[in-house]
T-cell receptor
């Protein structure tokens, strides 16, 4: 079974631009979560989508948004990029949102975003 | 707010030595997960602990969940170069879906 795929793998943007990242979950997985990883802040949860609906959201500004399509593929968008948005953006899929906690997260390779 | 801290932040050991990382949550967790991230890679799920006082083993790795379900540990016996990476604990968050610990980066001298 193919793993989680993310495109693009690397991206360079300038301040003020916007960016869209894509994630294809493992076949059969319906929950997709997005994370931001930076050396300073570690691994932080952005949001989770299940059945095309945002179920949970982390503490990030409204410039960060996402969506999920009917085939469970997900995109996240960052508008008006800032230097501090430079990070590794990871997508993770799971069968479904955990009922009593967190379902096992299967991570993709990530998209390395650099904002100049 | 809820915090999950890991210590130590870094650990450099001689190959063959043991290694332990500790995870402490400011709140009780219904379960805790452990992930490993190799340099340049992405986090990979290792294990999930659910019960108070639970101990699970995976070959040279031993995972424990504290009695109060606020702390956990990962112990690696006789480290090998393949153990290099950053180890993260993670648990459910009241504010968001999940909260990750700060991670412990393990490096090994051959």
């Amino acid at each position: 079974k193919a793993g989680v795929t993310q495109t693009p793998r690397y991206l360079i943007k300038t301040r003020g631009q916007q960016v869209t990242l894509s994630c294809s979950p493992i076949s059969g997985h319906r929950s997709v979560s997005w994370y931001q990883q930076t050396p300073g802040q570690g691994l932080q949860f952005l949001f989770e989508y299940f059945s095309e609906t945002q179920r949970n959201k982390g503490n990030f500004p409204g410039r960060f948004s996402g969506r999920q399509f009917s085939n469970s593929r997900s995109e996240m968008n960052v508008s008006t990029l800032e230097l501090g948005d430079s990070a590794l953006y990871l997508c993770a899929s799971s069968l479904a949102p955990g009922l009593a906690g967190v379902d096992t997260q299967y991570f993709g390779p990530g998209t390395r975003l650099t904002v100049l | 707010g809820q915090q999950v801290m890991q210590i130590p932040q870094y650990q450099h050991v001689q190959e063959g030595e043991d290694f332990t990382t500790y995870c402490n949550s400011s709140t009780t967790l219904s379960n805790i997960q452990w992930y490993k991230q190799r340099p340049g890679g992405h986090p990979v799920f290792l294990i999930q602990l659910v019960k108070s006082g639970e101990v699970k083993k995976q070959k040279r790795l031993t995972f424990q969940f504290g009695e109060a379900k606020k702390n956990s540990s990962l112990h690696i016996t006789a480290t090998q170069t393949t153990d290099v990476g950053t180890y993260f604990c993670a648990g459910p968050s009241s504010a968001s879906k999940i909260i990750f610990g700060s991670g412990t980066r393990l490096s090994i001298r051959p």
